[in-house]
């Protein structure tokens, strides 16, 4: 058999480094963002603020030693959107959907990152929940503005309980959440909703 010459050798190394590199993609390996959707809405209707009152906690309604077993510490419901996601898929790739109930009801299927025990970075979870932080509108609001983007910004602080009808409207309500956030973020509590009260609504802790 002939012997490839050195430029059929690198397409040929090329080749095979590239099939590694596909069967080595994080992306292609855990569940998608559907699926953890779906898990949330199962076990929590994907509130990642909720007390359960039951040793539960959380979107992903973690008890604390399951919690602690994957690292995590304080209270999983007061841990940011961020730090569950990264939480959920470090117990995934322990355990698989072994430890959610509602993976089986929901038909959810181990792939081959279940039970891999390898452990994860933040950045292989930050697809989980899809939550990144919009632009900021690049205008700061107080009290009596109304834009869009307040709208953008009230309903996403339902993830942590709020209630806003979204009016778009800078109110008192809208105050309290703003000054709840910055206190809970390090944030000077001005009652202004600037561009870092606006990222942290999604990246932010959450507020108490």
Same mark, same amino acid.
């Given at each position: 058999? $002939?012997? +490839?010459?050195?430029?059929?050798?690198?397409?040929?190394?090329?080749?095979?480094?590239?099939?590694?590199?596909?069967?080595?993609?994080?992306?292609?390996?855990?569940?998608?963002?559907?699926? @953890?959707? !779906?898990?949330? =809405?199962?076990?929590?209707?994907?509130?990642?603020?909720?007390?359960?009152?039951?040793?539960?906690?959380?979107?992903?309604?973690?008890?604390?030693?399951? @919690?602690?077993?994957?690292?995590?510490?304080?209270?999983?419901?007061?841990?940011?959107?961020?730090?569950?996601?990264?939480?959920?898929?470090?117990?995934?790739? =322990? !355990?698989?959907?072994?430890?959610?109930?509602?993976?089986?009801?929901?038909?959810?299927? %181990? %792939? #081959?990152?279940?039970?891999?025990?390898?452990?994860?970075?933040?950045?292989?979870?930050?697809?989980?929940?899809?939550?990144?932080?919009?632009? @900021?509108?690049? #205008?700061?609001?107080? +009290?009596?503005?109304?834009? +869009?983007?307040? !709208?953008?910004?009230?309903? #996403?602080?339902?993830?942590?309980?709020?209630?806003?009808?979204?009016?778009?409207?800078? *109110? %008192?309500?809208?105050?309290?959440?703003?000054? $709840?956030? *910055? !206190?809970?973020?390090?944030?000077?509590?001005?009652?202004?909703?600037? +561009?870092?009260?606006?990222?942290?609504?999604?990246?932010?802790?959450?507020?108490?």
């Amino acid at each position: 058999m $002939d012997r +490839p010459g050195p430029l059929r050798l690198v397409a040929v190394l090329l080749a095979a480094g590239a099939g590694l590199f596909a069967f080595d993609g994080t992306a292609a390996a855990d569940p998608s963002t559907v699926d @953890w959707q !779906r898990l949330r =809405m199962c076990e929590s209707t994907d509130r990642y603020h909720v007390d359960t009152g039951s040793g539960y906690y959380g979107a992903y309604q973690f008890d604390l030693p399951t @919690w602690r077993s994957v690292g995590g510490s304080g209270l999983p419901h007061q841990a940011s959107p961020a730090e569950q996601d990264f939480r959920a898929l470090y117990l995934y790739r =322990m !355990r698989g959907w072994q430890p959610w109930e509602c993976a089986g009801k929901l038909g959810l299927r %181990d %792939d #081959r990152d279940a039970r891999s025990k390898r452990v994860p970075d933040y950045g292989e979870a930050s697809y989980i929940s899809g939550a990144k932080s919009p632009v @900021w509108p690049g #205008r700061v609001f107080g +009290p009596g503005d109304c834009h +869009p983007a307040l !709208r953008t910004w009230q309903l #996403r602080m339902n993830a942590y309980g709020y209630g806003f009808t979204g009016t778009g409207c800078y *109110q %008192d309500k809208t105050k309290a959440a703003v000054l $709840d956030l *910055q !206190r809970a973020n390090g944030i000077k509590d001005s009652g202004l909703l600037g +561009p870092r009260t606006w990222s942290a609504a999604w990246t932010g802790k959450p507020p108490r």
